[in-house]
Every structure is written in structure tokens, then in C-alpha cells.
């Protein structure tokens, strides 16, 4: 849920670099000649054009079931997606500087999860599986963590409601106004609940898809487990160096932390602090 820009790289230098690393040289001419149309620029295109209007459920898309089908020129689903899984991902083939500098746009921290895991890998927007003319198009591929990787449903959405946000095309408003909120359930220790409450104005589909961002990537539990332990912490803190603390100063020490980590709108932590600064109970409990 954290914005990131845009991919400078293009489809045609991911092809190039991809088919350039194929070693067999009569393999590599049939990707050439199947790309050597311009209409890889119109693939591209295409492909921009659906993801800033939410329309990538819609692309042409090839059932589990299909077996390897004839996807684009002479080329099966299979030869389409070795492109990233043999020539585009190893280490030493020459379109891996591609991989690495997709890698480091997210500048190390998922975008997916809002920052809770660490970068390790480029996920497929769209599934390669399903879609693999889009399996090297650099703006079907996020950085993100481990964690959102393996969460990630293997099928992609047939509804626009059902798709999750994308980083690079999706509205600001997604990552610029706040949909993830959090409860005090107050017992011993206190508990933090995430859920959603996206704005009031927002259509039916935009309040589906961050609801469809939230299940998917289980952000429910993942931030819940983050905050637990962040909250023992706060709490030890309000027990000693600021035991003195009327609930009033308490509760605006705990906007101000809020606030003042810089963190994005929907950040868990960002969410929790201000949580806890709105609840009555939790400043004035000792805990
Ligand atoms: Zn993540």
C-alpha cells in the first residue's frame, strides 16, 4: 500500500535483454523473429493503458486447464513464461540487472504490505501463469517480501472488485487517504484489531479492492502480529518514563508519534498510534 513509481525500464528492453540470454541460437532467433513486429510496443501499451483503469482482470487470459496453448506468433505459454523463469531470473543471464533494478525501486521495503516485510523478490501483478505474454513486462512486476508472495492467491481476479491494489498504476487515493483503521479490544494485555474504513465516497469497486488487498494479503493478522509486540513495548514505556503523564498529555504524546515517523497513511504502526491516542480507555488504564 505504499506508491511506487513507475518502471523506466520497457517492455522491448526486457525482451532483448530476456531473449539475449537464451543459449540455443535457433531457440533465440524464433523469440526474435516473434518479437521483430513493433507490436511489442503496442503489448505495452495495451497493457498500461488496462492497469491505470483497473481493467487487468479483463486482459486475455488462459485458464489453468488450457495446457500449453499457442500464445503469441509461434510461441506456447510455456516458451512464454521460461522468458522470466530461465532467461530474466538467473543470476548471470543478462536481463538479471533488469530483475535487480526492479528489486531496488521499492527501496527495500514491500510496497504490498506497507513496509512490514523486506524486499526478496518481483511478484506478477497479473499471474504469468494465466498471462504470460505480460511474464518480463516491467509493470507486471512488483518488488515485494516473501511473506505477500506466498499469501498472494495463485488466481487472479475475473472482477474488477476482486483485484488487489497495484503500486505502480492504481489512484493516489489508495496510498494518499486512509482505509486501514485499528480498534483497542481492551483486555489483558490490551489487543490491537485491525479493519477496514475506507472513505465514505469512495465507488463500491474502489471499497471491494482494498477490501480484496486486505484479505489477500492477510493484512489483518500480519499487522495485528506487528503491533502486538510493538504495544508491550508502549505500554512499558507508559509504566516508567512517562508514569507521571495525565491520560490527556498521554493520549498527545501518542498523536504526535503518530504523526511523526513520517510513515504512510495506512502504515500499521502509524495506525495504531493514533488509535491508541482516540482511545479513552487505553490512556487512562494502567495496563
Ligand atoms: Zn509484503
Keep these: 500500500m505504499r506508491r511506487l513509481p513507475s518502471p523506466l525500464i520497457d517492455f522491448r528492453t526486457a525482451l532483448s535483454e530476456a531473449i539475449s ?35 487487468l482482470y479483463s486482459l486475455p487470459r488462459i485458464a489453468s486447464d488450457d495446457g500449453d496453448l499457442v500464445v503469441y506468433g509461434n510461441l506456447r505459454k510455456s516458451a512464454l513464461t521460461k522468458l522470466y523463469t530461465q532467461y530474466f531470473v538467473p543470476k548471470g543471464k543478462p536481463a538479471r540487472q533488469l530483475y535487480d533494478r526492479l528489486k531496488l525501486t521499492a527501496n527495500g521495503k514491500c510496497p504490498l504490505c506497507g513496509d512490514i516485510g523486506h524486499v526478496r523478490t518481483l511478484d506478477h501483478y497479473i499471474p504469468k501463469a494465466n498471462f504470460p505474454l505480460y511474464s518480463v513486462m516491467p509493470g507486471n512486476l512488483i518488488p515485494c517480501c516473501r511473506d505477500c508472495n506466498t499469501e498472494k492467491l495463485d488466481a487472479f481476479s475475473a472482477t474488477l472488485d476482486g483485484q ?14 486512509q482505509w486501514v483503521a485499528a480498534r483497542v479490544i481492551p483486555s489483558g494485555p490490551p489487543v490491537i484489531e485491525y479493519y477496514i474504513s475506507p472513505p465514505d465516497y469512495w465507488s463500491p469497486a474502489e471499497k471491494s479492492r482494498v477490501a480484496a488487498h486486505f484479505l489477500e494479503y492477510d493484512l489483518a493478522e500480519r499487522f495485528g502480529v506487528e ?13 516508567t ?35 491508541l491516542a482516540s482511545d479513552e480507555w487505553f490512556c487512562s488504564h494502567p495496563h
Aim: proline content about 4%; hydrophobic content about 35%.
Design 21 to 55: 540470454g537464451v543459449g540455443d541460437a535457433t531457440v533465440r532467433a524464433n523469440y526474435q523473429a516473434q518479437f521483430a513486429d513493433p507490436n511489442d510496443v503496442a503489448i505495452e501499451t495495451e497493457f498500461q493503458a488496462s492497469a491505470q483503469t483497473a481493467m
Design 241 to 275: 518514563t512517562l508514569r507521571d503523564f495525565s491520560p490527556v498529555e498521554y493520549a498527545e504524546y501518542l498523536r504526535e508519534k503518530s504523526v511523526n515517523m513520517s510513515l504512510p497513511v495506512n502504515n500499521w504502526r502509524r495506525v495504531m498510534f493514533s488509535c
Design 227 to 239: 503491533a502486538g509486540a510493538d504495544l508491550s513495548e508502549t505500554i512499558d514505556t507508559r509504566r
Design 164 to 177: 488487489t491494489l497495484h503500486p505502480y498504476f492504481d489512484d493516489e487515493k489508495f496510498f494518499d487517504e
